[in-house]
């Protein structure tokens, strides 16, 4: 049975990524790849307005770098602008490549527009467009690109939604080679 509201999760947009190592590929190629991150996020854009989707959640490394572009930040506020105007919820966490607490410019967000904080695991309401209450959304970003704790644990669910939609950003435990991003594993 499909639920009664409609949302998109997406996560690694790694906005205006610089795409380094790039200087013996073809200028014209060059500049499609520096500018398809941005242009993805359109197209995300695009794809809710279309699909007439209630909500968005977009968890964790949405900018390609704690000090994110002002490009970047720019392109994201006229987006969340769009999707505020159509009556689309967005939910944001920040992940390692884009912790809260890198620079940012001073921008205004619409108030359609949920950044969960850092220090426990928030949970903000997810409406459909028609006003019913459709799921509860939980988040916790991260504050610096290293976190050692395991920010799953933190998670406890809340009665009266028909749906529950956590979100955080993470590496699976125990692989040989992981950075010091800290894994979302449901036992400590």
């Given at each position: 049975?499909?639920?009664?509201?409609?949302?998109?999760?997406?996560?690694?947009?790694?906005?205006?990524?610089?795409?380094?190592?790039?200087?013996?590929?073809?200028?014209?190629?060059?500049e499609r790849l520096k500018n398809s991150?941005?242009?993805?996020?359109?197209?995300?854009?695009?794809?809710?307005?279309?699909?007439?989707?209630?909500?968005?959640?977009?968890?964790?490394?949405?900018?390609?770098?704690?000090?994110?572009?002002?490009?970047?930040?720019?392109?994201?506020?006229?987006?969340?602008?769009?999707?505020?105007?159509?009556?689309?919820?967005?939910?944001?966490?920040?992940?390692?490549?884009?912790?809260?607490?890198?620079?940012?410019?001073?921008?205004?967000?619409?108030?359609?527009?949920?950044?969960?904080?850092?220090?426990?695991?928030?949970?903000?309401?997810?409406?459909?467009?028609?006003?019913?209450?459709?799921?509860?959304?939980?988040?916790?970003?991260?504050?610096?690109?290293?976190?050692?704790?395991?920010?799953?644990?933190?998670?406890?669910?809340?009665?009266?939604?028909?749906?529950?939609?956590?979100?955080?950003?993470?590496?699976?435990?125990?692989?040989?080679?992981?950075?010091?991003?800290r894994p979302a594993s449901w036992r400590?």
């Amino acid at each position: 049975m499909q639920p009664p509201f409609r949302f998109m999760h997406a996560a690694d947009l790694h906005l205006d990524s610089p795409f380094r190592g790039l200087s013996k590929v073809p200028y014209a190629v060059r500049e499609r790849l520096k500018n398809s991150t941005l242009n993805a996020l359109d197209r995300l854009v695009d794809t809710v307005l279309r699909e007439e989707l209630d909500f968005v959640v977009l968890s964790g490394d949405l900018y390609d770098a704690a000090d994110r572009s002002l490009r970047a930040q720019l392109r994201m506020q006229r987006a969340m602008g769009r999707l505020a105007e159509a009556g689309a919820q967005v939910f944001v966490v920040h992940g390692n490549h884009d912790p809260s607490g890198g620079r940012s410019a001073r921008l205004d967000w619409p108030a359609n527009v949920h950044v969960f904080g850092t220090e426990e695991v928030g949970c903000a309401p997810a409406y459909t467009r028609g006003g019913e209450l459709a799921a509860n959304v939980y988040g916790i970003s991260y504050r610096e690109a290293a976190v050692k704790d395991n920010l799953a644990l933190r998670y406890r669910v809340r009665e009266g939604a028909p749906f529950t939609s956590p979100s955080c950003t993470a590496t699976s435990t125990g692989c040989k080679g992981t950075t010091t991003m800290r894994p979302a594993s449901w036992r400590s």
